[in-house]
């Protein structure tokens, strides 16, 4: 599990290298057994943020 603190001042960038690191993180592992989690935490802040951060996803 890979917790993203989402603010005003999140960016787009910020939240793929987190998606990134995560997919990273799993790679050549078994995939039956393992999975990587990104946990958006306080989504609803980033909502604020200028650069709007959640069209990535």
């Known amino acids: 599990?890979?917790?993203y603190q989402c603010s005003p001042l999140s960016t787009p960038q910020g939240?793929?290298?987190t998606f990134k690191e995560c997919a990273q993180f799993q790679?050549?592992?078994d995939l039956n057994s393992f999975v990587s989690?990104?946990?958006l935490d306080?989504?609803?802040l980033a909502?604020?943020?200028r650069?709007?951060?959640l069209k990535v996803l």
């Open 15 to 17: 939240i793929v290298d």
């Open 1 to 3: 599990m890979i917790p």
């Open 37 to 39: 989690v990104v946990v």
């Open 27 to 29: 790679k050549e592992k």
């Open 47 to 49: 909502e604020d943020s």
């Open 42 to 44: 306080e989504v609803g």
């Open 51 to 53: 650069r709007m951060p």
